[in-house]
T-cell receptor
Framework: GAVVSQHPSWVICKSGTSVKIECRSLDFQATTMFWYRQFPKQSLMLMATSNEGSKATYEQGVEKDKFLINHASLTLSTLTVTSAHPEDSSFYIC?????????????FGNGTRLTVT | QKEVEQDPGPLSVPEGAIVSLNCTYSNSAFQYFMWYRQYSRKGPELLMYTYSSGNKEDGRFTAQVDKSSKYISLFIRDSQPSDSATYLCAMNEGNYGGSQGNLIFGKGTKLSVKP
């Protein structure tokens, strides 16, 4: 299989605090991971591409200083939402692809539902 | 025109029906095509993965790709209430296509299978 674990599955935090979300590939190595945001009844919106050992690539309109991404190992990428505000409340999903298999499909975590009060 | 178009539905069918889900796309360079199933408040789950044109079957699911028409389909036979979910088509050019391998998604079709 190709299992991607995302933690936590849901989190409630107060406005102004920071939240860290972890994405782990459990049974494969992933040089590249992707972070998405999904609003209700809408499709996935790519936020950034996370590359092991280098800086993440952010999509236009995504604040890199607000959404900090760290991909410190071949099995772990983290997304930190800094100084969270209610408008950051959303469903965040990560995905990963096996290293060295550039045309293999992406495998997704189960998402993190963030609520900022 | 968006790169990938998918009717959001909702689509409601009786149990046992054959379901047809479709996507059209505009980028002729797309070569890899996927269908994902997403249950409410869960991440997308890979159902089918195909390369170029042709058919692929896996149990009750059949994926079809017609590159000449830029049209892909997912058929579900003998649909079950447990198939009720949102189905997302996704595709890319392969070999990263300059996008580090990200997928271009349709908006998803919400399917409801009634017992």
């Amino acid at each position: 299989g190709a299992v991607v674990s995302q933690h936590p599955s849901w989190v409630i935090c107060k406005s102004g605090t920071s939240v860290k979300i972890e994405c782990r590939s459990l049974d494969f190595q992933a040089t590249t991971m992707f972070w998405y945001r999904q609003f209700p009844k809408q499709s996935l919106m790519l936020m950034a591409t996370s590359n092991e050992g280098s800086k993440a690539t952010y999509e236009q309109g995504v604040e890199k200083d607000k959404f900090l991404i760290n991909h410190a190992s071949l099995t772990l990428s983290t997304l930190t939402v800094t100084s969270a505000h209610p408008e950051d409340s959303s469903f965040y999903i990560c995905s990963a692809r096996r290293s060295g298999q550039i045309n293999s499909p992406l495998h997704f975590g189960n998402g993190t539902r963030l609520t900022v009060t | 025109q968006k790169e990938v178009e998918q009717d959001p539905g909702p689509l409601s069918v009786p149990e046992g029906a054959i379901v047809s889900l479709n996507c059209t796309y505009s980028n002729s360079a797309f070569q890899y095509f996927m269908w994902y199933r997403q249950y409410s408040r869960k991440g997308p789950e890979l159902l089918m993965y195909t390369y170029s044109s042709g058919n692929k079957e896996d149990g009750r699911f059949t994926a079809q790709v017609d590159k000449s028409s830029k049209y892909i389909s997912l058929f579900i036979r003998d649909s079950q209430p447990s198939d009720s979910a949102t189905y997302l088509c996704a595709m890319n050019e392969g070999n990263y296509g300059g996008s580090q391998g990200n997928l271009i998604f349709g908006k998803g079709t919400k399917l409801s299978v009634k017992p």
